[in-house]
């Protein structure tokens, strides 16, 4: 017998779907290609949004979901939420927003129109203005139905929240249940369709965050919407950013049981599942009461808890298991892949 | 939920750790066989729990990791075929073949579609019938009935635009091979509970017997897991080497006939190339005469590919419990999930790959 093993391939030659994943593959083509290009103080920062001199909050995000429409929302719904929510999180009233459309020859105008009435309706709810835009048209085969790309704008009152203001001691808080756009989306989609009742949790999250900045008083040092990658790509962005270790605590954890049905059905982990209306916020403990019980009494925030700290000794992110053991939660390198068996 | 939190309760689990120190008294060595186990054990942190002179071992029970790099080449080739749509589980997309993986040939323009069953390909060819829809049928006992009855219900419409490339193993002959090696370790074995689902238990009276070693039928949860070291440790303990079934909610000793018959009616026992471990004999299927006509290495006339395997990672050893991921040298620095040297660390059920997403470390 022989034991052996292929060699390794070690770069990539062409943009691979993991590219895009928001896991480890993401990362390193951001920092290896993007950041290296662009390099300047604000972009540096790595936060969701950046803030300009002029205390204004800029985020942009391009929308590609497939299928167009899912359980509780639409791609026009995330694309004014998505936006919006990356603006919120830096602490800034979102004000204003610009939208570019690439639409595929033959795309249903029906369609299309219930997607851009999802989209001022959004709007209206986050309190925002659409005041600009772009469309193009592609040849059919060129693009898929519909991509959206959106750019919020919005104004700071106060300090800017930032991953860089993590502080060892702090506590971690997330607003409610884990995994419920991603499950929603998954559910729908061709090739792997089942039956669920969880909808997309897609909703405008400032009045959470503006919520955690008035009761958690200065205590509120950082806040991430948990799109892609899920709990877990949020949660390595703060340990890497802020050299810190963050043990999380698994019962205290959230998750819908129809979600968590759904995952082991799968074979994912619903805290690597992307939301599209939860917050995670690092908090220093003396305000983490004031701001948990703020949000319990908020409809998008009845689910929250404290889920677990922040540490100084080492980098990374460790969960304690109901069982009293532990184990580490790694950063996937790309969208989890259903499992053979 | 249902079905799930009654095999994660603490304090079951409590339970049964204690029972597993109070009746371990002698050093063991035991191999559970399914990656499903693997997982389920690096995740939940079972080992941190048990007696230290209990030695867990990892089996080679991970379709992705054990299927022959000669196979993936020739997915590859069909893959980027453009009348070709190829489809697979999910886990086999990134496993590296001699010069690519399935993952690239997507990004370079082949059709490669993830599918979650292979009745969902052949409903694909049905919907494109001037297309070649190709299934990448491996894994064990449990995914060979869905495999057969997708070349059977084939057949049965008369599609001639679906096939499938063959690559399934069988665990119990694997089994054998790894105690009739001569640097076995393994003592005891925690069986697969859903090969035992579709096979029974009764395929591995005679490995008992033979080898006098106990086996456990064992499920895929926390308190399954620890019931069955409680069982096969008590066998240890006592000096016996009996086949038990502690998967019995799943389970039964002749298994399920219906799908066994499936498997027959379209599969026939071949003899199998395994990745990292070698050919075994009989220890995989193929299919039957008057099914050839799906097969896709036929179909396509792929012949025979030449394939050598640079001798970079160990992890045939580690397939066969010899080797602990972290002992391996490459492990976490040349080979990470991101860039894995090999199928253990791609697939969620390997070896390597459990160690590293959830981090374990030498006790």
């Not at chain 1, 851009?116 to 592609?138: C, F, L, N, Y």
């Not at chain 2, 992890?315 to 040298?329: E, I």
Request: proline residues 6%; contains cysteine; charged residues 20%.
């Amino acid at each position: 017998m022989k034991f052996v093993c292929p060699v390794p391939r070690l770069k990539y030659d062409q943009v691979q779907m993991v590219h895009g994943a928001g896991g480890m593959a993401m990362g390193q083509l951001i920092d290896d290609m993007f950041l290296a290009a662009f390099d300047n103080p604000l972009l540096r920062c790595r936060d969701d949004a950046a803030v300009l001199p002029n205390q204004w909050a800029v985020s942009t995000d391009c929308f590609v979901v497939d299928p167009i429409f899912f359980p509780g929302g639409n791609i026009g719904t995330l694309a004014i939420y998505g936006t919006v929510n990356d603006v919120a999180v830096s602490g800034a009233t979102p004000r204003y927003v610009t939208a570019g459309f690439i639409l595929e020859e033959g795309f249903s105008m029906v369609d299309l129109r219930v997607i851009v009435a999802s989209m001022r309706e959004a709007a209206d709810d986050a309190g925002v203005q659409i005041v600009a835009g772009d469309t193009k048209v592609v040849p059919r085969g060129k693009a898929d139905k519909i991509y959206i790309n959106t750019t919020g704008l919005g104004i700071l009152q106060g300090p800017a929240l930032s991953v860089h203001r993590i502080r060892p001691g702090d506590l971690l808080i997330v607003s409610g249940t884990l995994g419920d756009h991603g499950i929603a989306v998954m559910s729908q989609r061709e090739g792997l369709s089942f039956e669920t009742d969880v909808t997309s949790d897609c909703a405008a999250l400032f009045d959470l965050v503006q919520l955690a900045v008035d009761q958690g008083k200065g205590a509120v040092h950082a806040c991430r919407d948990a799109t892609r990658g899920g709990l877990v790509a949020v949660l390595h962005e703060f340990a890497q950013a802020s050299h810190t270790f963050i043990q999380l605590h698994e019962a205290q954890i959230p998750i819908r049981e129809s979600v968590r049905g759904a995952c082991e059905m799968l074979g994912i982990d619903a805290m690597n599942v992307a939301n599209e209306g939860k917050l995670v916020l690092a908090i220093a403990p003396e305000g983490a009461d004031a701001v948990l019980r703020a949000w319990q009494s908020h409809p998008l925030g009845r689910q929250s808890a404290i889920i677990g700290e922040i540490h100084d000794e080492g980098v990374g992110v460790v969960i304690n298991t109901r069982f009293g053991t532990q184990r580490v939660l790694d950063l996937p390198v790309g969208e989890p892949l259903p499992r053979i068996c | 939920m249902k079905y799930v939190d009654e095999f994660r309760d603490p304090q079951l689990v409590r339970g049964l750790v204690d029972r597993l120190h109070r009746i371990t008294h002698h050093s063991w060595v035991v191999m559970e066989v399914c990656g499903g186990q693997t997982h389920a054990i690096v995740k939940h942190g079972i080992q941190q729990m048990i007696p230290s002179k209990i030695e867990l071992v990892h089996g080679p029970g991970c379709p992705v990791c054990v299927t022959p790099l000669e196979l993936l080449d020739k997915a590859i080739i069909l893959a980027a075929r453009p009348d070709v749509v190829f489809t697979s589980f999910g886990d086999m997309l990134r496993v590296p073949g001699s010069n690519s993986d399935l993952m690239t040939v997507k990004s370079q323009g082949g059709d490669v579609r993830i599918v979650y069953s292979p009745l969902d390909a052949v409903a694909l060819a049905r919907k494109l019938p001037h297309k070649q829809v190709v299934f990448f049928a491996v894994g064990f006992e449990t995914t060979a009935p869905t495999n057969a009855m997708a070349v059977w219900q084939a057949k049965a419409e008369g599609l001639t635009n679906f096939s499938v490339l063959v690559s399934h193993v069988l665990v119990p002959p694997a089994m054998t091979a790894l105690l009739a090696a001569s640097d076995n370790r393994v003592q005891g074995y925690l069986a697969a509970g859903h090969v035992c689902t579709i096979m029974g238990t009764e395929p591995y009276e005679p490995i008992a017997a033979q080898y006098k070693v106990p086996i456990v039928a064992t499920g895929f949860e926390p308190t399954d897991v620890l019931e069955g070291l409680c069982m096969l440790v008590s066998q240890l303990e006592e000096g016996r080497c009996d086949v038990e079934n502690q998967y019995a909610r799943s389970v039964r000793a002749t298994g399920n006939t219906l799908a066994q018959k499936r498997v027959q009616d379209v599969f026939e026992i071949t003899d199998r190339n395994w990745r990292g471990i070698g050919p075994i004999p009989l220890s995989g299927l193929a299919l039957r005469d008057a099914f050839k006509d799906f097969d896709a290495a036929s179909r396509f006339e792929l012949g025979h590919l030449d394939v050598h395997e640079p001798e970079v990672c160990q992890s045939g050893l580690v397939l066969r419990g010899q080797l602990k991921p972290y002992d391996c040298p490459a492990f976490g620095t040349q080979c990470t999930p991101q860039h894995p040297l090999g199928a253990t660390m791609v697939s969620s059920e390997g070896a390597c790959a459990a160690y590293y997403q959830y981090g374990a470390v030498p006790p």
